[in-house]
């Protein structure tokens, strides 16, 4: 394992930067195995942490401690009944848990203090007894009850790195054992976060020991179902499952990679190809093609925002004759915005997105970031390279929300510079690049 080499390159950074306006204030889980904290790569990692938050990218730690507890279990021989928080904790084994626990929390303490963050290691977590399971007392096993998600996003508020420890306390103050990997998923989904990314001693999710590189969950959950050959090994099986909790509670990306590669945090979040296994779900569940009969209700949705000169003008008329260029946002049943899609036949690598609206209840929930990057989306898939908007009032949602630049009308296609000059609108112009995401 080469443990030296950067990765990154100084030109890199231009492309780290096109996904910063994607991740601003979001919240990573970045959960770590006992065994990376004991790898010499631990201090690199805590640095690419530290180039996150530079980003202004919210981490919340939740660490492991198989590896610890095995070595103090040796050490002064004592038994354990269980390594990973899956089975049976004993007393002797939740005994030596606690001291493995404070030891790799203090050890993350002491590097992200080294590396000048602010962190906290926190009782954030309630937990519950696992109880008895088919006849087998699980004695101080458990799991999550209730995680104190406000008292998480005020550290985070504040700048604070909460560090989460795998043990929970009972509604008496008992304190529990818990799986790290479970409790990751149940804290991110607690705290909203947008990605987990395990970090273990493996190259990703190893199925017949070939890397699968990126996992549709679709087929996470079929290879979960079906895999009665155990082609994943035991560990790696665990927190597949447990991702694929998380995929279905709307964390739409959760990662497993290396924690002893150099640079292999950053690399992943910030390159097309990651460097271990990405488990993606469908976040644009909600967006679908605008139906026929959907042509007056589009209208009404709009209309407001076209008084307002916000949106360009468009009768029922022009939205029938454009309906198979529209997408629509639906909440029960509900459209609550819409897209379109336009693609010019003289100009096939450049679409733009047109008659963006999310109705005033649902702003500043995401969606429109959601709808721009679905546009993306579905524009790189069918092949272009570009995409525009043209913009009176919201060109500084599509700049520092959606990483549009400011560009100019001879970025436009032909027929549209003649609309452009003729509507008087004197919209702004901005571009994007398209890429593949991650
Ligand atoms: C622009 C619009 C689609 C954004 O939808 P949304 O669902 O609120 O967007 P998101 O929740 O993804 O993003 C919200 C962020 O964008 C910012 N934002 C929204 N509209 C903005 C604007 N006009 N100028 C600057 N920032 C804006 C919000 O302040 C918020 O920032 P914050 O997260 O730091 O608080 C919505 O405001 C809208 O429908 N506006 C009226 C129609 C319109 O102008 N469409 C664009 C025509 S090209």
């Given at each position: 394992m080469d443990n030296e080499k950067s990765t990154i390159k100084p030109a890199d950074l231009r492309?780290?930067?096109?996904?910063?306006?994607?991740?601003?204030?979001?919240?990573?889980?970045?959960?770590?195995?006992?065994?990376i904290v004991e790898n010499p790569n631990l201090p690199n990692i805590l640095l690419d942490i530290a180039v996150l938050r530079s980003l202004q990218i919210n981490v919340v730690i939740v660490h492991g401690i198989g590896t610890q507890l095995?070595?103090?279990?040796?050490?002064?021989?004592?038994?354990?009944?269980?390594?990973?928080?899956?089975g049976v904790t004993d007393e002797?084994?939740?005994?030596?848990?606690?001291?493995?626990?404070?030891?790799?929390?203090?050890?993350?303490?002491?590097?992200?203090?080294?590396?000048?963050?602010?962190?906290?290691?926190?009782?954030?977590?309630?937990?519950?007894?696992?109880?008895?399971?088919?006849?087998?007392?699980?004695?101080?096993?458990?799991?999550?009850?209730?995680?104190?998600?406000?008292?998480?996003?005020?550290?985070?508020?504040?700048?604070?790195?909460?560090?989460?420890?795998?043990?929970?306390?009972?509604?008496?103050?008992?304190?529990?054992?818990?799986?790290?990997?479970?409790?990751?998923v149940e804290v991110a989904i607690a705290l909203k976060a947008t990605k987990i990314l395990y970090l273990?001693?493996?190259?990703?999710?190893?199925?017949?020991?070939?890397?699968?590189?990126?996992l549709p969950v679709e087929e996470l959950?079929?290879?979960?179902?079906?895999?009665?050959?155990?082609?994943?090994?035991?560990?790696?099986?665990?927190?597949?499952?447990?991702?694929?909790?998380?995929?279905?509670?709307?964390?739409?990306?959760?990662?497993?990679?290396?924690?002893?590669?150099?640079?292999?945090?950053?690399?992943?979040?910030?390159s097309n190809e990651g460097v271990g296994t990405l488990i993606y779900g469908n976040e644009y569940a909600r967006i679908r093609k605008a139906r026929k009969d959907e042509v007056a209700q589009l209208y009404h949705l709009i209309r407001s925002s076209i008084d307002k000169e916000e949106l360009a003008s468009r009768d029922m008329e022009s939205i029938e004759n454009s309906i198979d260029s529209?997408?629509?946002?639906?909440?029960?049943?509900?459209?609550?915005?819409?897209?379109?899609?336009?693609?010019?036949p003289e100009k096939t690598d450049t679409i733009e997105i047109s008659s963006l609206y999310v109705h005033p209840l649902y702003q500043r929930q995401g969606i429109g970031l959601k709808l721009v990057n679905f546009a993306c989306h579905t524009g790189f898939e069918s092949g272009a390279e570009t995409v525009l908007a043209l913009s009176t009032q919201s060109f500084e949602f599509f700049e520092s929300v959606c990483g549009f630049e400011v560009s100019n009308v001879e970025s436009l296609p032909e027929?549209?510079?003649?609309?452009?000059?003729?509507?008087?609108?004197?919209?702004?112009?901005?571009?994007?690049?398209?890429?593949?995401?991650?």
């Open positions: 492309g780290i930067l096109n996904y910063v306006p994607r991740f601003l204030g979001q919240t990573f889980m970045i959960s770590l195995d006992g065994s095995k070595s103090l279990s040796q050490s002064r021989s004592i038994p354990i009944s269980n390594a990973d928080g899956s002797p084994t939740l005994d030596l848990a606690i001291r493995a626990s404070s030891r790799v929390s203090h050890q993350i303490l002491e590097g992200l203090t080294q590396s000048g963050l602010k962190c906290a290691i926190t009782n954030s977590i309630r937990a519950k007894p696992i109880g008895i399971l088919k006849g087998v007392d699980y004695q101080r096993s458990g799991a999550v009850e209730l995680i104190d998600a406000s008292f998480l996003q005020h550290l985070i508020d504040k700048n604070i790195i909460p560090i989460i420890q795998p043990i929970g306390y009972d509604r008496n103050g008992h304190t529990l054992r818990i799986n790290s990997d479970a409790l990751a273990a001693e493996t190259s990703g999710l190893l199925v017949d020991g070939t890397l699968k590189r990126q959950k079929s290879l979960l179902e079906t895999d009665i050959s155990d082609s994943i090994e035991r560990s790696l099986k665990q927190k597949a499952t447990h991702a694929l909790r998380g995929v279905m509670s709307d964390i739409s990306r959760i990662h497993i990679l290396d924690g002893r590669i150099h640079d292999g945090l950053i690399s992943e979040v910030f529209f997408y629509v946002y639906e909440i029960d049943g509900n459209l609550i915005g819409c897209v379109a899609i336009i693609e010019y027929s549209r510079k003649d609309s452009y000059k003729d509507n008087g609108r004197q919209s702004k112009i901005l571009s994007k690049k398209l890429e593949s995401e991650n």
